[in-house]
C-alpha cells in the first residue's frame, strides 16, 4: 500500500494551519514553505537532534537549499535533557551568529523533544519569529499539532514554555521508517489514546491493522497519524490554551506522568508510562460505573500494538501517589482525572477520592499479560 | 500641589488594561487586583530588585497580604544583569517551591529591569499566567506599557520574550520619591519621547514644567506620566506586536543603542544615550529637508530637564557606526530611521544612507552644550 499523501486542517483562525501527512511530502517543502509565507530574503534554522541528524537533515537541508533557502543548522545531543533553558540560550546564540532576523523561521527536525525546544527558540526569540514543525516520531503526530512549546526545570517538566502555533506541519512517513521499534510502539499509544477520547470506531480499526502500524505500513501508518492528528487539532480548535476541553488529552497521563517521575525518566517512556495510566483510566471508570468493556478494549488494543499494561511492581505506590499529588490537576483528597465513560468518550471528573485512585495503582500492579 | 490619581485604558480588545497614576494608589492595590481578577486562591509572587526591595516592598507586601493575598517575594539583584535566563530560571524555582499556579499572578515591583524580567517569568511560567506592573522609576512609564517582556543574551540585549500584556498597572507616584536624581532625568528623557513623536504641544508643557519634574513634583509628575503613558498606549493599540507604527517609539534608539552598546553598559544610562540619539534624530531631520527649529526646540527640552546632549567625545565612530549596523534596523548601505519631521510628528525613513549617519555622528561630537 502506499502512503498517499493526506492533508487537514487545524482551525485557529487567523492562526490556523495545514498538516501534510505523507510518503515523500519532504520533497514539496520548498513550495509548501513558500505558500506558507516563509521568507527566503532571511535565514532559517532547521534544529534537530544528533539521532536525526545523522538520517534526514542532509535531506531536508537539500531540499530547502535547492529551494533557494539560506539554511542554518543546529544539532542538540538526543533526549528529554536537551529541553533545558541553557540549550535555549546555545540555540539563540547561533541563530543570531548566522543573522537570523525577525523574518527568520524555525524549523523542527524530529520528535517531541526537539519539537518543544524549537517551538520554544521559535516563540521567544525577538519575541516570536515563525516556526515549522517537522516530526520524525509517531509520538510527534501528538506534540506537533496544538501549539504547545516548552523546556523543563530541574524541578518540572515543560514548566517554561508558550502557545506558539507553526505556520505548517510537515510528516513525511519515510522519516518515520529508521525510528527504533520501541519509540514506534511508545508513539502508537498515543494514537490509541485520541481514539479513546474522541472515536470508537478508530479504536476498532487500530485493534484490526495493529500488525500493519507496529509494521509501519505506510498506508496504515498514514491514515493512523491522520486520525490521531485530526483528533487532536479538533480538541485544540475548541481550547487553544487549555482552559477546559484540551484537559481530555491528559487521558492517561495523571498516573503516567507520575510513573515516569518515579521511576526515572529512561525506564519507562512516555507512551508507554501513559498506556498503564490509560488502563488505570479505565479500571477507575468501570469502579465509577462504566461498562466492563471500556476496561477490557482498552487494555487489548494496547497491548495488541505492543504497549505494556501492568505496573513495574518495583515501583513504590507511596511514591506514586505523592508525585500525583504534586501533578497541578490535584485537589485537596480529591482529584481531577479523565475518566473515559465508554469507549471514544471521556469526561473531566473532578473530585475522584485519591483513596481509589490508591487501589487501582494497586491492582495495575497485578494485571494480567 | 497633589498627585490626585488619573486613569486610563490600554486598548487592546480582550487584552485592554487600565493604568492608574496617583499619589498613593498602591494603597487601594487590593480592590484594584480584585477587580481585575487576580485570585486570592493561590500564591502571587511579587518581584523585586534590591533597592526597590529595602525601600517599597514591604508596604506593597503588606497591602495585599491585608487584603487575603497569599503573598511571595522574591529579590534579584539591581541592575541589567538580572534579565538573564539564569535568574529566570531562578524564579521559576521559587514560583515552584511557594506552588504557584496557573491561577497565580506575577507581580513587578520597580523599574524596567525588573518589569521585563518579570513579565518574561509571567509569559513564560506554566506558558503564560497573569501579570500586573508597578512601575518604580520613570523610565518605567515606558517599559509597563505594551507588553514587551524579555531577558537578554550574552549576544544581545532583550532579544529572548513575548509579548505579554498585563492586567494592571499602578503607578504610585510615592514610590518615585526615593528615585535617584540621576534615573529621574534618564526616565525623563523618555517622556519628551512621548511628545516629540506625538504631541508638540506637551513638549511646550515640559519645557515649562521642567523644574517641577526635576523637582518630582506631585501633580507635574502625574501629569508627565499619564501623558506618557497615554502616548504609548495610543501607539501600541494600533500595533501591539510592532509590524509597522510602533517603530515611532524607537526614536532616537538607533543611535542611542549603539551608544549604550559602545560605552559598555553602564556609562550613559539609557536614557540618556537616546538623548543625544534624539538630537542625533533632529538634526538628521533637519538635513533632510525639516525645519531648523525640529533640531533647537529638541535639544532645548532635553537640557531643561538636566539631559546630555552631546556625544563623548573618547567613543569612536567607527565603533559607533558598527554597533548600528548590527542593530536589526539596518539594510544594506541605508538604514531605517525614524525622523522628526516636525515636532510631534515623526516618519519612519527606509533609506537614511550610512554615510550621512556618521556625519551626524561627527557632529553631535561637537555639540554645544
Ligand atoms: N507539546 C506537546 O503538546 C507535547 C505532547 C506530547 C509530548 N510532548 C513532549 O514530547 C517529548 C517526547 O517526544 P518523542 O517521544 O518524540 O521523543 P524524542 O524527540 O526524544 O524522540 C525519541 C527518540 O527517537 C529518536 N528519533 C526521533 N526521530 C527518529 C527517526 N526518524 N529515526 C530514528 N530515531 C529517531 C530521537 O533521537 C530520540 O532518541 C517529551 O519531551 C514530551 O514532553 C509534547
Ligand atoms: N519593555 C519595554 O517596552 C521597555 C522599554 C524601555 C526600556 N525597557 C527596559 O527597561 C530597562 C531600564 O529600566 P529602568 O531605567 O527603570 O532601570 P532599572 O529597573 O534598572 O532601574 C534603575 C535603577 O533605579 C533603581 N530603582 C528603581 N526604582 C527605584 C526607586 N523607586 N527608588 C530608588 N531606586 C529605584 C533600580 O534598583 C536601579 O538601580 C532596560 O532593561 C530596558 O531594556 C523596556
Ligand atoms: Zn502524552
Ligand atoms: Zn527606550
Redesign the pocket.
Known amino acids: 500500500m502506499s502512503g498517499a499523501p493526506r492533508e487537514l486542517t487545524v482551525e485557529l483562525g487567523e492562526r490556523s494551519y495545514p498538516i501534510y501527512i505523507g510518503e515523500g511530502v519532504l520533497d514539496e517543502a520548498g513550495n509548501l514553505f513558500t505558500e506558507r509565507g516563509i521568507s527566503k530574503k532571511s535565514p532559517l534554522m532547521i534544529i534537530t537532534?544528533?539521532?536525526?541528524a545523522e538520517?534526514?537533515l542532509g535531506h531536508l537541508a537539500e531540499v530547502l537549499t535547492s529551494a533557494g533557502f539560506t539554511v542554518v543548522t543546529a544539532v542538540v545531543p538526543?533526549?528529554?535533557s536537551s529541553?533545558s533553558l541553557t540549550e535555549l540560550e546555545r540555540l539563540i546564540g547561533i541563530a543570531l551568529e548566522h543573522g537570523l532576523d525577525r523574518k527568520s523561521a524555525i524549523v523542527a527536525l524530529?520528535?517531541?523533544?526537539?519539537?518543544?525546544l524549537a517551538g520554544f527558540v521559535a516563540a521567544s526569540f525577538m519575541r516570536g519569529i515563525k516556526f515549522v514543525q517537522v516530526p520524525?516520531?509517531i509520538?510527534?503526530h501528538?506534540?506537533s499539532v496544538?501549539g504547545?512549546?516548552?523546556v523543563n526545570h530541574p524541578l518540572a517538566?515543560?514548566i517554561i514554555g508558550a502557545f506558539h502555533q507553526p505556520e505548517l506541519v510537515l510528516y513525511d512517513l519515510k522519516?518515520?521508517q529508521?525510528?527504533?521499534e520501541r519509540?514506534v510502539k511508545?508513539?502508537l499509544s498515543?494514537v490509541v489514546k485520541h481514539g479513546l477520547i474522541w472515536d470508537a470506531s478508530f479504536v476498532t480499526w487500530c485493534d484490526e491493522n495493529a500488525d500493519k502500524l507496529t509494521a509501519l505500513d505506510p498506508d496504515a501508518l498514514g491514515y493512523a497519524l491522520y486520525k490521531g492528528c485530526s483528533v487532536k487539532a479538533a480538541v485544540v480548535s475548541k481550547d487553544e490554551r487549555e482552559n477546559d476541553l484540551r484537559a481530555i488529552l491528559n487521558l492517561g497521563h495523571t498516573i503516567g506522568h507520575a510513573l515516569e517521575a518515579v521511576a526515572g525518566y529512561g525506564e519507562l517512556?512516555?507512551?508507554e508510562a501513559i498506556a498503564i495510566g490509560m488502563v488505570g483510566a479505565a479500571r477507575l471508570a468501570v469502579r465509577l460505573g462504566a461498562s466492563e468493556e471500556v476496561y477490557t478494549v482498552t487494555k487489548h488494543v494496547l497491548q495488541r500494538v505492543g504497549l505494556p499494561v501492568r505496573l513495574p511492581a518495583h515501583l513504590a505506590t507511596d511514591e506514586i501517589m505523592r508525585a500525583m499529588m504534586h501533578d497541578k490537576k490535584f485537589q485537596e483528597g480529591t482529584m481531577v482525572f479523565i475518566v473515559p465513560t465508554a469507549i471514544g468518550v471521556v469526561e473531566i471528573n473532578k473530585s475522584v477520592s485519591t483513596s481509589l485512585i490508591r487501589e487501582i495503582v494497586e491492582q495495575l500492579k497485578q494485571e494480567a499479560i
Open positions: 537532534d544528533a539521532n536525526v538520517r534526514h538526543a533526549g528529554e529541553k524530529g520528535g517531541g523533544v526537539v519539537g518543544d520524525t516520531t509520538l510527534a501528538d506534540s496544538g504547545k512549546v516548552a517538566k515543560n522519516t518515520l529508521t525510528l527504533p519509540e511508545a508513539g498515543e517512556l512516555h507512551g
